[in-house]
């Protein structure tokens, strides 16, 4: 099922989109006063919008309002140097353990949202398209073998970094963490229709240009290995996402480097899952 969360007429509800792409164009959507959920935490909570889904309205999708398919996560795990190639492109050895850092969760923004900077903060900002995964039931200290049963399903994400930042401060936690700088959605696919999460292709367009396109099976740590780690370190909750590092072809890596400029638009595709669309656009603060 894919599911997204939307405003329409000013409340906060879900979109579900036509099994099998039956019906393009349209979309079914929960009224708020159904007594269905109207936001995601559970796979039960996708279980019972899916049984519904025959009865329930119908509008056009062109002109949804979306809203971060994760309304509140708890945690943004995120993923370095996940792809060796990525590694290799900026210098990094192959990690034997996976880099683990956060993004605040006040970083996150929809798709359509413009993704926002004031170049007296950051000159240097860059694009990292990534597969995120949606934490559905709680996970802690599991096996690999059943670490796929704690996820609700997955989304496009895209790990928007301040390069002068990073290398500025040190650590990666300002640098990824600007408001605007976690775009994700807008569709979430459940994870029952991805039975496997590393056979996916993600890419990241600029402007219509393909910057990077890769397999999710390039990945050293996959997504049941992630999973399993971090439940070992820290309980993963219902509604925690996983940015599960990023391919590569970032723009640092270039030569000469091919940072983001005012009114370039990113978009991030997953094959099965959707496009993520964001103008980026300078803003300079008072």
């Known amino acids: 099922?894919?599911?997204?969360?939307?405003?329409?007429?000013?409340?906060?509800?879900?979109?579900?989109?036509?099994?099998?792409?039956?019906e393009p164009g349209r979309v079914r959507f929960v009224p708020p006063d159904s007594g269905l959920p109207t936001a995601l935490a559970s796979p039960g909570d996708a279980a019972r919008v899916a049984a519904a889904w025959p009865v329930l309205p119908e509008t056009e999708a062109a002109g949804l309002r979306f809203l971060p398919p994760v309304r509140a996560p708890g945690k943004i795990v995120a993923i370095g140097l996940n792809y060796a190639e990525h590694a290799a492109e900026g210098g990094m050895d192959v990690p034997k353990e996976p880099v683990v850092f956060a993004k605040f969760p006040s970083s996150l923004a929809a798709h359509g949202d413009a993704v926002e900077w004031d170049p007296a903060v950051t000159s240097q900002v860059d694009y990292e398209a990534e597969l995120a995964v949606v934490i559905g039931t709680e996970a802690r200290r599991v096996a690999e073998r059943d670490a796929l049963d704690h996820v609700l399903g997955y989304t496009c994400l895209n790990d928007v970094s301040a390069r002068d930042l990073q290398r500025d401060d040190g650590q990666w936690v300002r640098a990824k963490s600007l408001d605007t700088f976690c775009p994700m959605g807008p569709w979430l696919v459940t994870a029952d229709e991805i039975p496997d999460p590393q056979d996916l292709t993600v890419r990241c367009r600029v402007s219509g240009e393909v910057r990077q396109e890769a397999s999710t099976a390039d990945m050293i740590f996959p997504v049941r290995e992630l999973i399993a780690r971090l439940s070992r370190a820290f309980t993963l909750r219902p509604g925690d996402v996983i940015a599960t590092g990023t391919p590569p072809g970032v723009g640092a890596a270039s030569t000469p480097p091919r940072l983001l400029r005012d009114g370039d638009v990113m978009e991030v595709e997953i094959d099965g899952i959707g496009t993520l669309r964001n103008t980026c656009r300078e803003r300079t603060e008072p």
């Open 1 to 22: 099922m894919r599911l997204a969360a939307i405003r329409r007429n000013g409340a906060d509800t879900l979109a579900i989109a036509a099994p099998d792409g039956a």
